[in-house]
Each structure stands twice: as structure tokens, then as C-alpha cells.
């Protein structure tokens, strides 16, 4: 007795491997590398000019040097910062108590500057400030600081 059964004749083990989860990839041929490396360059060209303009944009910075607590009611801050020498800003300086609360707050504005003032040909300067306080201060630095007034 035998059967005419297609299901039970075996099938190569290569063409039933295919059949079950598809035939061989082909490989990605030179003109699609090509267009591949393109692409990826353009992408890295395209990545490092974004970089090149979200840093040049940043028009102020601002480093907290230092503090000096002179007594319950006052402290200085020093601190630092970089901006265009022709432009205006303003920093706001906060004076902080031992359970972080704030205990002073000024705005204090940094005018224009001679190129021969400061650093980097007077993008950088540093400023003292004093500041009255609440209670005694632990702690003095600035919270930010912006441009007001561009300057050209």
C-alpha cells in the first residue's frame, strides 16, 4: 500500500529552510554602499553644523567664583561672565541659608565694555556684588543671567 501523498516526500533541507524563513539576503551592492557612506556623511556634516550654531548662539555664560559671608546680613559673590564686550546683560545673584531657602536676591546689570577690559579681548569680566540678606547666608551664586540689550 502506498500513498500518493505530496506532503510525505522530503524536500532538500536548504529549499524547506527557505521556504520557512525565506531565501538568502542579498548583499547590499556598491552603488547602495555608496549611497549609504553619502548619506552617513551628510548626516555627520549636517550634526556638526547644528553643533556649530546652537553653541554660537549662546550669547551669555555666567561662573560662580566665590563667596564671602561678611555678616548676618550681608555677603559678596564673585562671579564671572562672558558675553559679546558691546552687549548689556543682566544677572540675578541669590543668596542661599543653610536649609538652601533664599535669603538675598538682586539683579545686578553688566553693562558694555572696552575690548581692553577683562579677558578675551573683554568678553569675560568678573564682578563682586554685595548683597543684603534676610538672615545669615551660607552660600552666594547666580541663578542666570540674559542679554538685554545687543549692543550693535
Known amino acids: 500500500m502506498t500513498s500518493d501523498d505530496p506532503s510525505a516526500t522530503a524536500l532538500p533541507a536548504s529549499n524547506s529552510l527557505a521556504n520557512r ?5 542579498r548583499r547590499l551592492g556598491r552603488k547602495g554602499m555608496r549611497n549609504l557612506v553619502i548619506v552617513a556623511l551628510l548626516l555627520g556634516i549636517g550634526f556638526m ?3 556649530a550654531t546652537t553653541s554660537a548662539t549662546a550669547p551669555v555664560t555666567f561662573k560662580d567664583i566665590g563667596y564671602h559671608t561678611t ?6 559673590v564673585d562671579f564671572q ?11 540675578a545673584v541669590k543668596a542661599l541659608d543653610s536649609k ?6 538682586k539683579v545686578v546689570e553688566i553693562g558694555p565694555n572696552e575690548p581692553k577690559v577683562g579677558a578675551d579681548g573683554g568678553r569675560t569680566t568678573i564682578h563682586r556684588l554685595a548683597l543684603r540678606t534676610e538672615s545669615e547666608a551660607v552660600s552666594g551664586v547666580v541663578d542666570n543671567c540674559w542679554i538685554t540689550d ?3
Do not use: L, M, N, R
Open 21 to 25: 524563513y525565506g531565501g538568502q539576503k
Open 49 to 51: 553644523a547644528w553643533i
Open 71 to 76: 555678616d548676618a546680613t550681608q555677603i559678596e
Open 81 to 91: 561672565v562672558a558675553k559679546y564686550p558691546g552687549a548689556t546683560a543682566k544677572c
Open 100 to 105: 538652601f531657602a533664599v535669603v538675598g536676591w
Open 150 to 152: 545687543s549692543g550693535h
